[in-house]
């Protein structure tokens, strides 16, 4: 298995809605990231957890909290979300040392957010 | 910090034609990892070539190659025999090898829309 499996795809939550989305993979990889993607924008890192621990919170507010429950699952549990939020949220995870022939990132295909 | 610059927002081609796509970056590293990804309209990010800075040889992945100019920071791609399905946002991407908080941060260029002309 060489994929990273995002749930849902598409998720329209109202402002004090409570959702989750959800993030797998089985390649045994150590670290997954979180990113938000804006149109016609790049990525920009929100959360990276190594070896299940949350290592980098580039100053995410706090309506977005992250959880790794296992190896293989990262999920990001919205609440309270504006407007603004609406967004593509990408996962991705990449392996344990990051070197060698082992330095590439694997996203998934992303969950279409739109806030209302 | 490491900076991606990619100066081409949009670029178009005909299919069956050549198209280069340019990055440039900025770093104090000596050791690094380049990477073009892809994005279509389906969204995923697929990883299209990627580059260990410590080698000299240019990458190359079937249709896809880079020039790669160390001492110039720059990262080109080049797709031969354009075609359809290639028509997606390209990402340039810089990952140090160095471990920022016990991970890796991979970062991105603005990205360049190419199109693909029939």
């Known amino acids: 298995d060489t994929e990273v499996t995002q749930t849902p795809k598409h998720l329209v939550m109202g402002m004090t809605n409570k959702k989750s989305l959800k993030c797998e993979q089985h390649?045994?990889?150590?670290?997954m990231y979180w990113y938000k993607q804006k149109a016609k924008k790049p990525p920009e890192l929100m959360f990276v957890y190594s070896y299940e621990k949350l290592s980098i919170n580039e100053s995410v507010p706090s309506r977005f909290s992250p959880e790794c429950p296992n190896s293989s699952l990262l999920n990001l549990h919205l609440h309270a979300l504006q407007p603004e939020d609406s967004a593509l949220y990408l996962c991705?995870?990449?392996?344990?040392?990051?070197?060698?022939?082992?330095?590439?990132?694997?996203f998934g295909s992303g969950t279409r957010l739109t806030v209302v | 910090a490491q900076t991606v610059t990619q100066s081409q927002p949009e670029m178009s081609v005909q299919e069956a034609e050549t198209v280069t796509l340019s990055c440039t970056y900025d770093?104090?590293?000596?050791?690094?990892?380049l990477f073009w990804y892809k994005q279509p309209p389906s969204r995923q990010m697929i990883l299209v070539i990627r580059q260990e800075a410590y080698k000299q040889q240019n990458a190359t992945e079937n249709r896809f190659s880079v020039n790669f100019q160390k001492a110039a920071k720059s990262f080109s791609l080049k797709i031969s025999d354009s075609q359809l399905g290639d028509a997606a946002m390209y990402f340039c991407a810089y990952r140090s090898t160095q471990k920022v908080d016990s991970s890796y941060k991979l970062i991105f260029g603005s990205g360049t829309r190419l199109l693909v002309r029939p």
């Open positions: 390649m045994g990889h150590r670290a």
């Open positions: 991705a995870s990449s392996p344990r040392g990051g070197s060698g022939l082992n330095y590439g990132y694997t």
């Open positions: 770093t104090s590293e000596s050791d690094y990892y």
